[in-house]
């Protein structure tokens, strides 16, 4: 497949440390979501300098240690669990029980999402399938970009789905926190009796040089980012250690072990980027370490994929994949989660808290708890219906992902 238009006639950049260098260096500015400005515009995600700052600062707490492990115990592990209860009770007619994991991994999901982001009424199967609908159409509209249909007629179709989204789920959302927030302004309840979530924090602390439409902007950043990487990388996690069982049988009981599933991630995190590139655009001119030039205001391409399988920092066999590498020098997700300023701020929402040191402190994030799950469910990809990738977009997504789920 081509490369996609918006990087074509670019300067790229393909090695680690020379992308590294620009996402750390305060001479450039964000470049990527051109085309998605309608839905992420002003947000977290588009922002820089002071600005970006100020929001990142204010939405922390959303990530703080006690939030994580509120959203992990008491959001995700009983979905995931209540999720397959509920695979395991609509088998088919010959008993086996079969799902497709790309749908699977969004239903896990959507309550998390909601939770972090602030919606309300995700509550019900059928409730919890609506949302996820919308969040899935609101990604494709998120990640245009890349989009292989045409880009005016996906914004045109995904900006009438978010007007739905608002009137079936945010408005509601909204009115209810605003009214909170307003009885804490009153003195009427306590900091701590307002909910920890982000449409909480922008009205708890609104800046009037907002507009009214970046809450629902802001808030369609997060439910995408809260779900997109996670159900971007676990079908790939289960794909490579099937095939790395085959050569390496000796390490299929290690399924059970939750440290082996954590490197296994981020070794299918590392590989498989749910943001291929990046754009920046240069403040001044600009030469790197390594001697190559950027003009003023010149947009630059910063591929990952290369980046990510750089032989120099992930070794020979960089572009395998390989549970038991060994990286000293960076993430062992590579730029996955970007770098710089604009560094993923909900990563440890995915990948758990790496200070985590036993069962009862901290958290191992969606990844390894999804994975860990389905390995208990006993996940097998369905010989008879083989995995298949998705051709609405540039991406290395699969669309269809059909399983078996042999324990339940």
């Not at 749908?103 to 995700?122: E, K, S």
């Not at 990604?139 to 045109?156: C, F, L, N, P, Q």
């Not at 009438?160 to 789920?169: E, G, I, L, N, S």
């Not at 992930?314 to 994949?321: N, Y």
Request: with cysteine; glycine share 6%.
């Amino acid at each position: 497949m081509p490369p996609p238009p918006h990087i074509v006639g670019l300067q790229h950049f393909t090695t680690y440390a020379e992308i590294d260098e620009i996402l750390r260096s305060r001479n450039f500015r964000q470049g990527s979501h051109q085309e998605s400005q309608p839905f992420f515009g002003r947000s977290l995600l588009t922002i820089d300098g002071d600005e970006h700052f100020e929001r990142r600062r204010l939405e922390a707490p959303l990530f703080a240690k006690a939030a994580l492990e509120y959203y992990e115990h008491t959001e995700l592990i009983p979905l995931i669990d209540k999720t397959l209860e509920e695979c395991r009770d609509n088998r088919d007619a010959d008993g086996v029980v079969r799902a497709d994991l790309c749908v699977l991994l969004r239903t896990m999901l959507a309550r998390i999402a909601a939770a972090t982001t602030g919606i309300d009424g995700v509550d019900t199967p059928e409730r919890t399938t609506a949302f996820r609908e919308y969040v899935e159409q609101l990604g494709t509209g998120a990640t245009v970009e890349w989009s292989t249909e045409d880009h005016d007629e996906v914004i045109r179709r995904i900006l009438a789905v978010r007007d739905d989204f608002d009137r079936d789920f945010f408005a509601s959302s909204v009115a209810r926190r605003r009214v909170l927030v307003e009885s804490f302004h009153q003195g009427e309840i306590e900091r701590n009796e307002l909910p920890v979530d982000l449409i909480t924090m922008l009205y708890l602390h609104w800046n009037d040089d907002w507009d009214e439409g970046l809450p629902i902007r802001e808030a369609c950043l997060f439910l995408v980012a809260a779900t997109q990487t996670t159900t971007h990388s676990v079908p790939h996690l289960i794909a490579h250690l099937d095939e790395w069982f085959e050569s390496h049988p000796q390490d299929r009981a290690k399924v059970a072990d939750r440290e082996y599933i954590k490197r296994a991630a981020h070794e299918a995190l590392r590989l498989h980027l749910p943001s291929p590139a990046l754009l920046r655009i240069a403040n001044e001119d600009v030469t790197l370490s390594n001697g190559k030039t950027i003009a003023t205001d010149e947009r630059v391409a910063c591929l990952f994929t290369p980046a990510n399988r750089d032989p120099k920092v992930f070794g020979p066999d960089a572009g395998e994949f390989n549970p038991f590498r060994e990286v000293s020098s960076v993430k062992p997700w590579g730029l996955t989660f970007g770098g710089g300023e604009h560094i993923c701020i909900g990563r440890t929402l995915v990948t758990g808290l790496s200070a985590r040191t036993d069962n009862d402190e901290g958290t191992d994030g969606t990844l390894v708890n999804i994975a860990s799950a389905l390995y208990e469910a006993g996940i097998e990809i369905d010989p008879d219906d083989p995995p298949t990738y998705t051709e609405a977009s540039h991406h290395d997504a699969y669309g269809r992902f059909p399983i078996l789920l042999t324990k339940l």
